[in-house]
C-alpha cells in the first residue's frame, strides 16, 4: 500500500523541517518546497493527499496555491499557514478554499489532528462516502422546492471544508437540522455535534460553560468540569441564538476560535481543542454590528461563509410534503391512525404565511390532530390565526387590523404575559375545574368541557398538568 502523500509550501526552512520531521512520524511521505513556482512543477507531477501552504512566498501567495488546486486537484484538502493572530489571512484563505488553517509557532498535537481530519476527508472523497452520507441524511431535509434543493447542495459543499458557516434564518425554519447536516456529511461526522443554545446560559456561567473549570477555582467548584469546547473535541460546536451573547463573552470566543485554544477557569495553561464552529441566529448579525452589540471581528471570523435557510411562505410548495411527513411522525408517537387533511385544510394551509415556519406547521398539525373528530383533519380544526393569512399583505392595512384587534381585547390587554398565556391560564383553570368536578374522570371532564378526550390529552399535556 502507497503511502500517503503531502506537499508543504514555505520559504522558511525551519517551518519545512519541522512539518516534513512531524509529518513522516505519521507514517506520510513529504514533499517540501519554497515558492509558487515549485510547488506548480510539484503538482504538475503527481497528485498529494493533503497540502500545507504558507501565505506569503517570495514569488506569490498562499492564495496562489490554494486557488490552483482548487481548480486542477479539486479532491485535495488544502491548509494555509499564517501568523500568528492574523484572522483576515485566516478568513480570507477559507473563503479561496482553504480546508483549515494552521498558525506560526505550529502547535504540533494541533497539526496533527487537523491532518488526521483532512485525510479521512480525502478518503472520503475517493470513495463517494460523503455523497453516500448525503442521500440518507439529506432525507430528513424535507422538500423539493428549488430553494430546498440549493439547500441541501450547498450542505455537501460545506460539509467538505472546516470553514466556520453562519447559517442565517427565521426562528422555526430548521437551522440547527442544517447544522447536523453539515457536521454529519463531513469528516468529523464519527466525532460529537455539541448544540448549545447561547441565549439560555446565564452571563456569569457562561466562561465556565464554555471553557470549563478548574477544582476550587470559585465557591461551587468542587470538581474539575470540561467546557463545551471540550466536549465538541474532535467534532463540532454549534452556537445557536449567537447574536445573544454578551460582549465580554465574544472577546473570550473570538480568541478561543482564532488560537483553537481554551482556558479553564482556574487553569494555568492553555488546552488545544479541534472543533469545528457552526453558528446560527435569528437576528440580523451585520446590523448588531453596526449597532455596535456584536463585535465585527468575531462576526468576520464565524461568518466565513453564510447559509441562508428559507422561510416556509418562500416554498408554499413543499407544505404538503411536510404535512404528510409530521401527521406519519405524529401518528409513530401517539398510536393513533395517521391523519388525513381536507381538501379545505390544504387550502387553508396554502394561503397561510407561516411567521413561525415549520415549528409551527408541527405545531398546529399536533393541535388538529388532537381536536379533530376522526383521522380526517379539517380547515376548523387547524384554528388558523386570520393575521397571518396571506391577503394581507398590505403594510398599512395589515398593521390596522393588528391594532383594532388588540384594541378590541381587553384580555390581552390586562394580561402581564402577553395574550397566549391569558388564553393558556383560562384554559389552566377550566380544565382543573372540570377535572376536580368529575372526580379526575377524563371522560367525564371532557364531557363537561365540550371536547373529545384526545383534545383533553392534548391540552392536559400542552399546559403541563399532571
Known amino acids: 500500500m502507497n503511502p ?18 512531524t509529518l513522516g512520524r505519521m507514517d506520510l511521505q513529504v514533499d517540501a518546497v519554497g515558492t509558487v513556482g515549485e510547488a506548480r512543477r510539484a503538482l504538475g507531477e503527481r497528485s498529494y493527499d493533503l497540502c500545507f501552504t504558507d501565505m506569503r512566498l517570495p514569488d506569490g501567495n498562499g492564495q496562489e496555491v490554494i486557488e490552483l488546486i482548487a481548480a486542477s486537484h479539486p479532491d485535495t484538502p488544502v491548509a494555509m499557514i499564517t501568523a500568528y493572530g492574523n484572522v483576515d489571512a485566516a478568513v480570507n484563505a477559507l473563503k479561496a478554499g482553504a480546508f483549515d488553517f494552521v498558525s506560526k509557532p505550529v502547535d504540533i498535537q494541533m497539526l496533527r489532528g487537523l491532518v488526521r481530519t483532512a485525510l479521512r476527508l480525502a478518503e472520503e ?65 464519527s ?120 422561510p416556509l411562505r418562500e416554498r408554499r410548495g413543499d407544505v404538503p410534503l ?12 401517539s398510536g393513533d391512525g395517521v391523519g388525513q387533511l381536507s381538501p379545505a385544510a390544504r387550502d387553508a394551509l396554502d394561503a397561510y404565511d407561516f411567521p413561525g415556519n415549520v415549528r409551527e406547521l408541527e405545531n398546529i398539525l399536533e393541535r388538529a390532530m388532537a381536536m379533530c373528530d376522526g383521522a380526517v383533519i379539517d380547515a376548523s380544526d387547524l384554528m388558523l390565526p386570520q393575521r397571518g393569512a396571506r391577503p394581507a399583505h398590505d403594510t398599512a392595512s395589515s398593521a390596522g387590523h393588528e391594532t383594532a384587534t388588540t384594541a378590541a381585547s381587553p384580555a390581552a390587554a390586562s394580561a402581564n404575559g402577553g395574550l397566549d398565556d391569558y388564553i393558556s391560564n383560562l384554559e389552566r383553570t377550566a380544565i382543573v375545574k372540570a377535572l376536580e368536578e368529575s372526580r379526575y374522570n377524563k371522560t367525564a371532564a371532557a364531557r363537561k368541557l365540550g371536547i373529545t378526550f384526545r383534545a383533553l390529552r392534548y391540552k392536559l399535556k400542552k399546559l403541563g398538568i399532571d
Not at 5 to 17: A, K, M, S
Not at 129 to 147: E, V
Not at 179 to 184: C, D, G, K, Q, T
Open 4 to 21: 500517503q502523500t503531502v506537499l508543504v509550501i514555505d520559504d522558511e526552512r525551519d517551518i519545512r523541517e519541522l512539518l516534513t520531521i
Open 322 to 333: 411536510l404535512s404528510s411527513f409530521i401527521l406519519k411522525a405524529l401518528a409513530g408517537k
Open 125 to 189: 472523497k475517493r470513495n463517494g462516502g460523503a455523497a453516500a452520507k448525503t442521500g440518507d441524511s439529506g432525507d430528513r431535509l424535507i422538500g423539493d422546492s428549488a430553494a430546498m434543493q440549493q439547500v441541501r447542495s450547498t450542505i455537501g459543499k460545506l460539509a467538505r471544508n472546516q470553514a466556520p458557516v453562519y447559517i442565517a434564518g427565521e426562528s422555526g425554519v430548521g437551522k440547527e437540522l442544517v447544522a447536523r447536516l453539515i457536521h454529519e456529511q463531513g469528516p468529523r461526522a
Open 191 to 310: 466525532g460529537p455535534f455539541v448544540p448549545v443554545n447561547c441565549g439560555a446560559i446565564p452571563s456569569e456561567l457562561m466562561e465556565s460553560e464554555f471553557f470549563g473549570h478548574r477544582k476550587g477555582s470559585f465557591t461551587g467548584a468542587s470538581v474539575d468540569k470540561e467546557g463545551l469546547f471540550q466536549a465538541a473535541q474532535g467534532g463540532t460546536l454549534f452556537l445557536d441564538e449567537v447574536a445573544e451573547l454578551p460582549l465580554h463573552m465574544q472577546v473570550k470566543l473570538l480568541r478561543a476560535i482564532q488560537e483553537k485554544a481554551v482556558r479553564p477557569i482556574g487553569g494555568r495553561d492553555e488546552i488545544p481543542v479541534d472543533v469545528r464552529i457552526l453558528s446560527a441566529t435569528h437576528k440580523n448579525l451585520g446590523q448588531l454590528v453596526e449597532q455596535g452589540q456584536f463585535r465585527q471581528d468575531l462576526f468576520y471570523r464565524i461568518n466565513v461563509i453564510e447559509l441562508r435557510v428559507p
